[in-house]
T-cell receptor, first 113, second 111 residues
């Protein structure tokens, strides 16, 4: 199993540009989520999904969109990038709802100029 | 506003020493408290977790101590090794999958 994969590893954007961060998992996990990691802030939940076709907002959803058309994929879209979105983004998945291990991908480092 | 407060921000320990990281929370509905370990350039990985019905859980050199009345929990790394050098995050959730993370502690183990 590849686990949780994320692409790209690193991206530079200009303010106002849009892009999609890709996330895929091959563990047949129902639950997937996106976090951003900033120095001194830990990881903050952006959006999450409890199954195909179902998504919900996390702690910091503004400026991001998600969709979940398949169990395997959970892309994160930046509609109009802003410097405040410079961060490291992690995708995670887990088998069940509560108190299950979340498996994190390797991350995407995003720089918005 | 972070729901889980973690300290210290960083610590340095000699090889063989004990590393202690503390976390505090306010939401008494939290019922699951995991610790994640993250190496540079990697995603976090679950290290150890505890539920509030026990006061301590040990896995190898890693121990979680939990104080429900004080709403605090801590990670102890015994006999710290250079390979333990990483960033450690405490987290909490209440039966709904969403984790609230602490700010993280960078541990450096000097040989």
């Amino acid at each position: 199993n590849a686990g949780v994969t994320q692409t790209p590893k690193f991206q530079v954007l200009k303010t106002g540009q849009s892009m999609t961060l890709q996330c895929a998992q091959d563990m047949n996990h129902e639950y997937m989520s996106w976090y951003r990691q900033d120095p001194g802030m830990g990881l903050r939940l952006i959006h999450y999904s409890v199954g195909a076709g179902i998504t919900d907002q996390g702690e910091v959803p503004n400026g991001y969109n998600v969709s979940r058309s398949t169990t395997e994929d959970f892309p994160l879209r930046l509609l109009s990038a802003a410097p405040s979105q410079t961060s490291v983004y992690f995708c995670a998945s887990s088998y069940g709802q509560s108190q299950e291990t979340q498996y994190f991908g390797p991350g995407t480092r995003l720089l918005v100029l | 506003q972070q729901q889980v407060k973690q300290s210290p921000q960083s610590l340095i320990v000699q090889k063989g020493g004990i590393s202690i990281i503390n976390c505090a929370y306010e939401n008494t509905a939290f019922d699951y408290f995991p610790w994640y370990q993250q190496f540079p350039g990697k995603g976090p990985a679950l290290l150890i977790a505890i539920r509030p019905d026990v006061s301590e859980k040990k896995e190898g050199r890693f121990t979680i101590s939990f104080n429900k009345s004080a709403k605090q929990f801590s990670l102890h790394i015994m006999d710290s090794q250079p390979g333990d050098s990483a960033t450690y995050f405490c987290a909490a959730s209440f039966n709904d999958y969403k984790l609230s993370f602490g700010a993280g502690t960078t541990v450096t183990v000097r040989a």
